[in-house]
């Protein structure tokens, strides 16, 4: 409010000391016309109130009030000042709607993807989501947990291919399938083939034959991380490989078989998911992510070096990782990601 204030007394201030061929007066409109850029209505009418109150007391003070040109001055005056309100008053409304449009869009988004329980038997866990459209809350990658009747924590990471609302609605249905038989002890070959049928499914249901195509698919891993067992059981759908850090050092879990992702059952040449089993032993951390991570470029086009960062991140607490991993990674692209990203950090604690 200084900025309009000041130019409304420096120009009522200079008018009136200036020779009389010289008017400053219709540099007034100038303060109503700033205040509406951070102000509402109120502010808005009351700056303009001020600004022709100011142009009143010029004409009084040149004795020049009741002449044409004065008057003009005023009525043209009153006149933006009304519009400059009414232009407020239609925008705090639009800002209203889109408010509770966000409001209820966020809230639909956070129950799609939940975030990750703190604890869940020997694991301590923390997620991060950064989507690439600054606005959304989801975008197409997606991580889940769920707790099984037999002791263990089961996670999903994915990246559904493509942006934009329709990676949103597989992401979501990934999810709900993950959630509805990932509890149950049907094994991960069982529960990958279960959500390579659901995905499929909805992809051709109301498609013929010729409209079929094979462009809707999610990389994905799942995991299965027994409470009794060091052990970490794992199906990788195309995915990145998960880091597992211990003592300083960076070890890929890079699975026997890397199967095609999920939505492409068909063209697999296995006839089942294959598990591959790594050792995860107390203090032990994994960084599960997805390919917006390692393929965010800096200025000069060079790939986020995870591996590299990460080997100083063990020890650390997966609070502290998924914290350091958002801090360097947005400073290497400088604020902009080019698309979403996710990571999930789990570390066993000791018995």
Same mark, same amino acid.
């Given at each position: 409010m200084?900025?309009?204030?000041g130019?409304?007394v420096?120009v009522?201030?200079v008018?009136?000391?200036?020779p009389?061929h ?5 540099? &007034?409109v100038?303060?109503?016309?700033l ?9 808005t009418?009351?700056v !303009?109130?001020?600004a022709?109150?100011?142009q009143?007391?010029? !004409? ?6 009741v002449t044409a040109?004065i008057?003009a ?7 933006? /000042?009304?519009?400059l309100?009414v232009?407020?008053?239609?925008r705090d409304?639009?800002e $209203? ?5 966000? /409001?209820?869009?966020e809230?639909a $988004?956070r129950?799609?993807?939940q975030?990750?329980p703190r604890?869940?038997?020997? #694991?301590?866990i923390?997620?991060?989501y950064?989507?690439?459209?600054s606005?959304? %809350?989801?975008g197409?990658?997606l991580?889940?947990?769920?707790r099984t ?11 559904v291919? !493509?942006?934009?609302l329709p ?11 993950f959630?509805a038989?990932a ?9 990958a083939i279960h959500?390579? =049928?659901a995905?499929?499914?909805?992809t ?9 195509? *094979? ?6 891993? &799942?995991?299965?991380?027994? *409470? ?5 059981? #794992?199906v ?5 490989p @998960? #880091?597992?850090?211990?003592r $300083?050092?960076?070890? @890929?879990?890079e699975p %026997?078989?890397?199967?095609v992702?999920?939505?492409l ?12 089993t790594f @050792? ?5 951390l ?5 390919? =917006? ?7 000069e086009g060079e790939?986020?070096?995870l591996?590299?960062?990460?080997a100083?991140w063990?020890g650390?607490d997966p609070? %502290?990782?998924?914290r ?5 990674l947005?400073?290497?692209?400088? !604020? ?9 950090a789990?570390r066993?604690?000791p018995?």
């Amino acid at each position: 409010m200084v900025i309009p204030l000041g130019l409304i007394v420096v120009v009522c201030v200079v008018d009136i000391l200036a020779p009389p061929h010289i008017h400053l007066g219709p540099l &007034l409109v100038a303060a109503p016309a700033l205040t509406v850029a951070f102000a509402g209505a109120r502010l808005t009418a009351l700056v !303009g109130a001020l600004a022709v109150a100011a142009q009143v007391v010029i !004409g009084v003070a040149r004795g020049v009030l009741v002449t044409a040109n004065i008057q003009a001055q005023i009525a043209a005056l009153v006149l933006v /000042s009304a519009l400059l309100v009414v232009l407020c008053l239609v925008r705090d409304r639009r800002e $209203q709607e889109l408010y509770r449009v966000r /409001s209820v869009a966020e809230a639909a $988004q956070r129950v799609l993807l939940q975030p990750l329980p703190r604890r869940s038997g020997p #694991l301590q866990i923390a997620d991060l989501y950064l989507p690439a459209e600054s606005e959304a %809350e989801m975008g197409g990658d997606l991580y889940a947990a769920a707790r099984t009747v037999m002791g263990s924590t089961r996670l999903l990471v994915g990246d559904v291919r !493509g942006k934009g609302l329709p990676a949103i609605s597989h992401a979501a249905l990934l999810l709900g399938a993950f959630r509805a038989a990932a509890h149950r002890q049907a094994t991960l070959p069982r529960l990958a083939i279960h959500l390579d =049928g659901a995905l499929r499914w909805d992809t051709v249901q109301w498609r013929t034959d010729a409209e079929v195509t *094979d462009e809707s698919f999610a990389t994905a891993v &799942l995991m299965d991380v027994p *409470d009794a067992e060091p052990v970490v059981h #794992l199906v990788s759908c195309g995915h990145p490989p @998960p #880091l597992l850090l211990r003592r $300083q050092r960076v070890i @890929p879990l890079e699975p %026997e078989v890397s199967h095609v992702p999920i939505g492409l059952g068909t063209l697999s040449p296995f006839p089942d998911y294959e598990v591959t089993t790594f @050792p995860f032993e107390p203090d032990d951390l994994l960084l599960l992510y997805t390919d =917006g991570v390692i393929e965010s470029r800096n200025a000069e086009g060079e790939f986020f070096p995870l591996a590299e960062r990460a080997a100083a991140w063990s020890g650390k607490d997966p609070d %502290e990782v998924v914290r350091l991993l958002r801090t360097e990674l947005m400073a290497h692209v400088r !604020g902009r990601l080019e698309d979403d990203v996710a990571a999930v950090a789990l570390r066993r604690r000791p018995a």
